[in-house]
């Protein structure tokens, strides 16, 4: 079994539970008096690069990254720093997360929040939305067959931007022949944890003009999203560097500054 593997087999059993809790119908339902969402790819399309401050806790990698009480004053903080959106981490088992977290996150910023967890379902879409979610990961290495189309396609319909993850050439190739507009190239592969920046290196010649390119992983300070800035990524996707940097304000901001000045 790999590392993936054995996340996937978590989020299922809570989402389970979730599910037993709240039916499909009642999410639904409550989805119908929720807020439109917020489109983040005009300002991504934006000349520099955009950054993307993610609130995380821990990893199954690194263990424990900061122990983040408020969620909320940590995604201000990203926000007058100069980010362009903000992720939050919901899967609990592993990264510490939460739904709640999605919340009141939402409730603190106006600029487009991220869900980013193990989305295998369309339950998990309609939690995103009705939540206050903007965006949704979807990861291709998890989506075999049929299930990325439908995903990508559902998240479309109920006003979701969907950042569509890929970590090889396979997975790059299915998620633009999906039709997918914001491309993440995740440096980590998540069935073993290595992490490899040179693959965002190698994919972005690979993606069409006109979708919006994003970087993940393997950021440990202002000099690597300039270098992916300069390989090609529109958006560059940042948690640990932050998380553990005492002042995130300052660094999301040297962030755009190196990158755009180097």
């Not at 809790?21 to 409550?30: D, G, K, M, Y």
């Not at 401050?53 to 199954?60: D, L, N, T, Y």
């Not at 109920?158 to 970590?167: D, K, N, Q, S």
């Amino acid at each position: 079994m790999s590392v993936l593997d054995g996340i996937l087999d978590g989020v299922l059993e809570d989402l389970a539970q979730r599910q037993s809790e709240v039916p499909l119908r009642e999410l639904q339902a409550r989805a119908a008096d929720i807020p439109p969402t917020m489109d983040p790819l005009p300002k991504f399309r934006e000349p520099g690069v955009s950054i993307i401050a993610e609130v995380k806790r821990k990893s199954p990698s690194k263990g424990a990254l900061a122990d983040i009480t408020d969620p909320a004053g940590l995604a201000s903080e990203y926000a007058l720093g100069g980010a362009s959106a903000i992720s939050v981490l919901t899967e609990q088992r592993r990264f510490g997360g939460s739904l709640a977290d999605l919340a009141a996150v939402r409730k603190a910023v106006d600029i487009p929040v991220l869900r980013k967890d193990f989305i295998v379902t369309p339950y998990q879409l309609w939690e995103a939305r009705v939540w206050g979610a903007d965006l949704a990961l979807l990861m291709v290495v998890s989506l075999p067959g049929g299930q990325l189309r439908d995903l990508l396609g559902l998240a479309t319909e109920i006003g979701l931007t969907a950042l569509v993850e890929a970590h090889t050439e396979d997975e790059l190739s299915r998620a633009v022949d999906a039709g997918a507009e914001l491309i993440g190239v995740n440096a980590r592969d998540l069935t073993t944890l290595n992490v490899d920046r040179t693959v965002l290196k190698r994919l972005v010649p690979q993606i069409p003009e006109g979708r919006v390119r994003v970087a993940e992983s393997g950021v440990s300070g202002p000099a690597d999203v300039a270098d992916y800035h300069q390989w090609g990524a529109d958006v560059v996707l940042v948690g640990e560097a932050l998380v553990r940097s005492g002042d995130p304000r300052s660094s999301v901001g040297e962030f755009i500054r190196q990158a755009t000045t180097r």
